[in-house]
């Protein structure tokens, strides 16, 4: 196999909208829903090679069985340049929204904090290369494509990579759950960034040292903690409303 292994539609269909390499397509036999459909005539149309596979063989080669009868060869992820992306984003005359994920190890909280990232209009996202979970199979299905709309970048230290965000002008954000300052009164404006620690331990000592400020989610329940992935979801839509109010 040249590459990776997509599983699932909407990762699968995203990816053959997109520029990333596609070699080959791999169909379960006896699937005939239009979704498929659709899939089949987009890779047709990329010059993907089609396959057909019993489900088993399927579920072997993916490794699980929630590949709702297709599966997608193609290249390794590749990952923006974080210089390119702030470049971008300066070139744009808007202001930059950034998510920052400080040591997310489940592949599925991964996937779906890039899927709230994009629906939220953030203009990309920042892991560390470092006791974090990477874009996987897994990740990419969690996103259910939504990988493939937005930039996700790799870096080697979080807290300079911060540093060096603050002297361009952006202001970070922190998600920390014993602060006593309300995300909802915090009023988000500007070049912003929003760091989201990892599940169990929060964001690390030195991250934390570089957030201008550290807010947590008001809750109201007999249960004192949200999953990493819905608290991102929740943080970054409120970004999202001030910021374009």
């Given at each position: 196999?040249?590459?990776?292994?997509?599983?699932?539609v909407?990762?699968?269909?995203?990816?053959?909208?997109?520029?990333?390499?596609?070699?080959?397509?791999?169909?379960?036999?006896?699937?005939?829903?239009?979704?498929?459909?659709s899939?089949?005539?987009?890779?047709?149309?990329?010059?993907?090679?089609?396959?057909?596979?019993?489900?088993?063989?399927?579920?072997?080669?993916?490794a699980?069985s929630?590949?709702?009868?297709?599966?997608?060869?193609v290249?390794?992820?590749?990952?923006?340049?974080?210089?390119?992306?702030?470049?971008?984003?300066?070139?744009?005359g808007?202001a930059?929204?950034l998510?920052?994920?400080?040591?997310?190890?489940?592949?599925?909280?991964?996937g779906?904090?890039?899927?709230?990232?994009?629906?939220?209009?953030?203009?990309?996202?920042?892991?560390p290369?470092?006791?974090a979970?990477?874009?996987?199979a897994?990740?990419?299905?969690?996103?259910?494509g939504?990988?493939?709309?937005?930039?996700?970048?790799?870096?080697?230290?979080?807290?300079?990579t911060?540093?060096?965000m603050?002297?361009?002008?952006?202001?970070?954000?922190?998600?920390?759950?014993?602060?006593?300052?309300?995300?909802?009164?915090?009023?988000f404006s500007?070049?912003?960034?929003l760091?989201?620690?990892?599940?169990?331990?929060?964001?690390r000592?030195?991250?934390?040292?570089?957030?201008?400020?550290l807010?947590?989610?008001?809750?109201?329940?007999?249960?004192?903690?949200?999953?990493?992935?819905?608290?991102?979801?929740?943080?970054?839509?409120e970004?999202?409303r001030?910021?374009?109010?």
């Amino acid at each position: 196999m040249k590459g990776e292994l997509l599983f699932g539609v909407n990762p699968v269909k995203e990816a053959l909208r997109g520029t990333r390499g596609a070699f080959n397509l791999y169909v379960q036999t006896n699937a005939t829903d239009h979704r498929v459909e659709s899939i089949i005539k987009l890779a047709e149309e990329r010059g993907v090679a089609v396959h057909r596979r019993d489900k088993i063989d399927l579920t072997k080669m993916c490794a699980s069985s929630h590949h709702q009868g297709i599966a997608l060869e193609v290249e390794p992820f590749i990952y923006a340049d974080l210089d390119d992306l702030l470049a971008t984003i300066s070139q744009s005359g808007t202001a930059g929204f950034l998510l920052v994920l400080d040591g997310i190890q489940d592949p599925h909280n991964l996937g779906a904090l890039i899927r709230s990232a994009a629906c939220a209009g953030v203009n990309g996202v920042i892991i560390p290369k470092d006791r974090a979970c990477g874009v996987t199979a897994g990740a990419e299905k969690a996103s259910a494509g939504a990988i493939e709309t937005i930039p996700v970048a790799m870096v080697t230290n979080v807290a300079q990579t911060l540093e060096m965000m603050k002297k361009s002008g952006y202001w970070v954000y922190g998600l920390e759950g014993e602060s006593s300052t309300s995300l909802y009164d915090i009023k988000f404006s500007g070049n912003t960034v929003l760091v989201v620690g990892g599940e169990g331990e929060g964001i690390r000592p030195l991250v934390r040292k570089q957030c201008d400020v550290l807010m947590s989610i008001p809750q109201y329940g007999g249960v004192n903690s949200l999953n990493a992935s819905v608290a991102g979801g929740i943080a970054m839509f409120e970004a999202a409303r001030k910021i374009n109010a």
